[in-house]
């Protein structure tokens, strides 16, 4: 299967993938506890009981806002809570994530064909998570004929912990409570009768997502050697923080002001580094960091702004509002220090060496007209895989900007590779772009049956 560049770029220009409506829910509360089940060869010997329980069952319709709803699709979400750990790793605690699926696979009717491990991309505000009002990516991924069975853990500073700072870019913690969810989500599905054992197992994430999904990898195959999965695909991730950050000191604006104290702040809260706000942030983000960041009372377009002063610069913003000068000089005492934490917590780069699975095809996409972090940190993290003799595809060509197209390009081209990873002839995907091609050239939709 080929992926149309030219498509995504003329028929999808401009649009933004943010509506996220609900139709009903209906609570469970009621549902009982379901035990732990005893553990499978290869997985962790856990001091805690992860002892989910449903809280929630919805139907929901994601991508109504795209284009009048022409890639809207209904499904159905099952809401879980779990215990896991904090971001200490060893305090049990209560989190959240989602299962869901598309009606027919939810009521028997369809099998499923694969579960998939999504990773939700950088949030800031409350109730952004999947299994409350952000979930229109997600619901790609379980629509009529992909047929996947999708897992969302919402991850510790959400839903029942939101009142707590995020663990965004924390790749231990994301690893541990994800797979801890992974497990909980099956006890949940044996337990309802869903048969999942001997399905391919995939993973997903863009952006803050993306660096989750690698994070999972990573986990995966250094502690999981139950957990194989067939194919990886995360774009437009900060796979090497310092890479990232050095880029934007050579740059001197951001397009994305909000990114550095987002890391920063859950770095140094998550693994209490002990770093000073008022040494790396400029004034006011310096004096606001309860206000802007660890309140969650703003979304990350809202915070840009802020940082940046009005709405008009915010996406071109210069670092001298970002960051103080001392923290913009690398040999300074602050500037070691930032660098050191960006180093220990990144996933390919200086000094990191981990085997990813050579059983697991990876799909890398990063738009080289990013306006958000440059696509050199993809290719870091293509000839990291490649080193390690992985099976890569890789793709940096021109999709515009982060989100204008780079984000849905990025799960067309997502869903294409786990097509082709699991060796199928589903040309689903394939027939949308042609609609989507022909309502360009002739002003006619022609949908296929979802």
Not at 158 to 184: H, S
Not at 304 to 312: F, K, M, P, R
Not at 397 to 426: K, M, P, Q, R, W
């Amino acid at each position: 299967m080929q992926i149309r560049k030219f498509f995504v770029m003329a028929a999808v220009a401009g649009l933004t993938l943010c509506g996220t409506a609900v139709l009903t829910s209906c609570s469970n509360d009621d549902n009982p506890v379901v035990p732990d089940t005893a553990v499978n060869p290869g997985t962790p010997q856990r001091t805690y009981d992860l002892s989910p329980r449903v809280v929630e069952e919805r139907t929901i319709t994601g991508m109504k806002e795209l284009e009048g709803g022409i890639l809207a699709n209904e499904f159905r979400q099952i809401i879980v809570e779990y215990t896991s750990v904090g971001p200490d790793l060893k305090t049990p605690v209560r989190l959240t994530g989602s299962i869901s699926m598309h009606p027919g696979v939810f009521g028997g009717q369809d099998a499923p064909r694969a579960v998939v491990v999504y990773n939700e991309y950088t949030n800031a505000k409350h109730r952004e998570r999947a299994s409350q009002d952000v979930y229109d990516e997600l619901s790609l991924y379980c629509n009529a004929q992909q047929h996947f069975i999708v897992l969302a853990a919402d991850l510790y500073g959400w839903t029942l912990t939101e009142d707590r700072p995020q663990t965004y870019c924390c790749p231990d913690v994301i690893g541990t409570e994800t797979l801890d969810f992974y497990d909980a989500a099956m006890q949940v599905l044996d337990q309802r009768g869903y048969v999942h054992q001997g399905l391919p197992r995939l993973n997903v994430g863009y952006s803050g997502g993306g660096f989750s999904a690698m994070a999972v990898q990573k986990f995966v195959d250094e502690q999981r050697p139950d957990i194989d999965f067939l194919a990886t695909a995360a774009g437009a991730a900060p796979f090497d923080i310092n890479t990232v950050y050095r880029q934007l000191l050579s740059d001197g604006v951001s397009g994305y002001p909000c990114s550095v104290p987002l890391v920063v702040v859950a770095l140094n809260e998550t693994y209490g580094l002990g770093l000073d706000y008022g040494d790396i942030f400029a004034k006011p983000l310096a004096d606001n960091v309860a206000q802007w960041i660890l309140s969650k009372d703003y979304n990350t377009w809202e915070i840009n702004a802020l940082i940046a002063g009005d709405t008009e610069t915010a996406g071109h913003c210069d670092i001298s509002r970002i960051i103080t000068p001392q923290a913009m000089n690398l040999e300074s005492t602050v500037g070691r220090r930032l660098t050191e934490a960006f180093r220990r917590y990144s996933l390919c780069g200086e000094g990191i060496d981990w085997q990813p699975s050579r059983n697991t095809h990876f799909y890398l996409l990063h738009s080289a007209a990013d306006n958000y972090l440059g696509w050199q940190v993809g290719q870091e993290m293509a000839d990291y895989l490649e080193s390690k003799g992985c099976d890569v595809s890789a793709d940096f060509e021109d999709y515009d900007g982060h989100v204008e197209n780079g984000l849905l390009f990025f799960n067309f081209g997502a869903l294409l590779s786990f097509e082709n990873a699991l060796d199928s002839n589903n040309n689903f995907v394939e027939q949308w772009l042609d609609a989507f091609l022909e309502l360009l050239l002739t002003g006619d939709l022609n949908l296929p049956d979802k």
